[in-house]
């Protein structure tokens, strides 16, 4: 509540100025209403949502020096409590110099040239409490964040002193991971009682991270390379069997949630070639302080193409994408893994215009190691400027024997209609 | 994008006193003159695109445009998206690395990000418009052959009919005309329309020039504030509205950069 009152202060103090000076700031944002419907029903779940989202931006104009910049997500899901929440997305200022700019505050961080999965993007975590919906889901980082400019290449230096984790999805959520109600312990059957504790990093100087990416643009190329060094913002599992009871024919299993460090070490490219552009990123995740992990390679590679014609009326964008996780000493991760999840997939999106104001697309995933997939068809149309009605789809199933996310959620299917109106 | 609007305009504007009389000239000397319209170093303005379909529903979209030539001649382009709201904040650069290629990278606040896009062909449309890349290009003149075949009066202005054909294989390859029809004025040599001819032969596209005036605070400097080009065949029209053009005003080289095409409007 405290944090609300402070939010609403700040805002009130924005508007307050606005009243005074609208030349020098703008307010934009957007709201938006969702109904989502889940095709199959789950007993103490979630089966239908509804959700109101209203973001407000406020920017500043008045100086080339500098300027501020704040966004505020109000969320009210119907359905879910837990997904509820007045939460400043961004808080910032920037400061403008000739040859480097610093930016100063709550601020989301996004790195890497390609589309959807982002293995270089390790500094600002993600709102995964709807695995599905992660679009403009990305969460703030406090940061000190300077960009230094020398011709085409670029410096950018991050530190930052507060550790912020990913939102991982509530008990009552359909993504929440499934825990067994009985245990098998030396031939024994036992009831399990689990203890789930949360190891997040201390707030203090020693665990502050920082990162550096050097960039280069040449004619037709892109690229950049990145080191990280702090925190995954997505604990690693850690169980272990704790008190026995006999008696009362239990087990407790603990649950360690470990938020640990790790060092990133990241490259990416973007390439023109004709009419096409290939761009690729990759990654390798060296893990500190944790026993059961070992250093792991992520990388995406793809291509895309757009396709039109005279009037724009048919224009075909197209990616296709290949996703791969190389681990050390042939060590194998769960399907269901956060950190794992695209361990050899191939992802596919088509988005065409059907008219000058009716947009469709169609996004599918397919993970070869697992034997499942995922497809997700969208129709969006635009009502007026800024007014945009969105109908889709999410369709997920595959062999289940095989423990990977999209069959392991083949319950998860669902549809959806978006509203949203943009000011 | 080469040359960004630059060739309609070309076709649309001339260089008042600069010519010779009009029996003198021939096709290729009547184009030329416009594009003398075009040396210069800067150019900012404002333009409203407004795209109505055959059903008559009206988009628009607003943005700010800045534009410089370094000493080769080579055109950099920064384009802002200000209005409507769903695309505010985006943004266009193109930076030409020769006469035959350019870098373009668009970017989208949702993203964060830019992301270098392919140049696509001549044929393509230029932000969803009627418009394509190839109409809004600087005309290289040297890839077309022009013809005076007459004379025609067009809202009220006499001018020339100049036809422009596509003049070797390349340019006929990629271009989406099989000719062009310029209606230039005989008093001022300013294009008032264009008739477009696809492929097949058969008129499909025409563009008018309307509302043109001298640049203020130039006095050789003339544009059409409003372009209006209207495709037949699906009955969709787009009308370019400038304002606040300044020419040869001060714009910083750095403007032409990812950084300032990430920074805020």
Redesign the interface.
Known sequence: MKTIKIILALFSICLYHLAFSQDKYSISGFAELDHISFLKEKDNKINSRNQGILQLDVASNFSSKYSFFSSIEFRNDLSDETRDRVYVDELYMDLFFKKWDLRVGKQIISWGKADGFNPMNTLSPTDYSDVLDTEDEDIGIFALNGKFYLGSMELQLVYSTLFTSSLLPSGTSRWQVGTESTVNIQGSNYNTIYNINVSKPVDKLSSSQFAIKLSQQFNNLDFSLAYFNGYNHIPQLIQSVGTIDNTANTAEINIEQKYYRHQVISGDFSLALGKYIFKGEGSLFIPQDIPVDDQYFQYVVGLDRTFSNVIADNNLFVIIQWMHEITNNGISYAGRDFNHLFQKNIMCRLEMDLSSSTTLSLQGMYAIEYEDYYIRPELTYNISDGLNLSLLADLLGGNDDKGGLFSGYSDNGRVQAKLKYSF | MKKLFFSVLATLIMGIGSIASAQQLTGLQIMKENDKQFDFKTEVSDMTME?I?SSN?K??RTVERFSMKDDAGLLSTLIKFL????V??SGFLSVE?SKD?E?RYLYLP????S???????D???FM???F?YEDIDEMVMEDYSFKLIGSETINGTDCHKVEAVPSNEERKKIS?YSKSIYYVSKDNFIVNKVDFYDKHGELF?ILKGTNIKAVPGTTNFYRAYTLTME?LK?K?KTILSYSNIHINTDVDEEMF???MLE???
């Open positions: 795209l379909n529903k988009r628009s209005q409507p709201a769903d505010k904040g690395n290629d870098t949702a993203l964060r990000k992301r270098r896009i392919s140049t696509g062909e044929s393509d449309s969803g418009s009627d394509t989406g596209k495709n699906t969709h950069s990812v950084r920074r805020g409007n």
